[in-house]
């Protein structure tokens, strides 16, 4: 493996957070298809919840080995179809609450990706979803990507051609170029970056093209990118998803602020529905300083 890490995103280790079911295990194959085209190290990570079995405490020992056991029956299901095959792996069942298990695993162990798996519209798994996934957004400091059920299956042989890079224009969304940038050119893919301007707003088009130079100076030693800018109005989740729809993006890129919301809505709100409702996996990128107003 080249130790010449795209735009100076380096994915040595990647973190899934599996429950076992359909969801997760979607979500698990990608997992595999980045850790082989990285040559990352995959870490699956369950965790035992004690607050929802503090009624039946006894319970816990019962779950723990439950849980040991449907980790090695994950891993042996793997290596019987050969997923597993050049990468190293280690599988993890962690008690604890979240987000503390994610914020301290990703430090620890380093995770460089966290991946999630949703249900989408009929909500996250018990372990995965709703404000759980919030809870996990706002702590951990490594990118997030979500798989909902409507993204198609990975695997080695994965092809993208399109990313749509989805932009409030303020400067935390700066943290999540590099990461577009990789993703395109790891997959050989075209770019599209949206923004979703307020119609009473009248600097959107230099805003974007003053963002649009941040990116070109940045992807100058790729001059093979095909970078497309685009400025719909309307309500910012709304015209994100239609747009990936339209356009038949295979990944959403989001670069968020840990300090405000996306386009300065209630906390989380768009982000979480863009997330929720995706027809394709959707990376979260969230830079640690704080962002001024987009527009």
Known sequence: MSEEWPFGVAIRNVAIATDFSPWSDRATQHALVVAHRFGAVLHLLHTVRRSEFSLVPNMM?????????????LICRLNEAHSLDGIEHQCWTVEGEV?????????????????????????LSKLLLGSVAQQISRHVFCPVLTVSPWSRGATRQLEMKKVLFATDLSPGAEAAIPYMLTAAKTWSTEIDVLHVCSSAHSTCRQLMDDFSHRIDSLAKSEPRFTIRQHIVHGEPSRAVLAFARQNKEDLIVLGLDRHRSLYNGPSFSHAYEIVRQAQCPVLNVRSCRPGSAGS
Request: with cysteine; glycine share 14%.
């Open 61 to 73: 020992v019962q779950l723990e080995e439950l849980a040991r056991r449907d980790c090695e029956g």
């Open 99 to 123: 987000p503390g298990v994610f914020e301290s695993f990703i430090q620890d162990h380093k995770i460089d990706l966290l991946i999630l798996g949703t249900r989408g519209r009929t909500g």
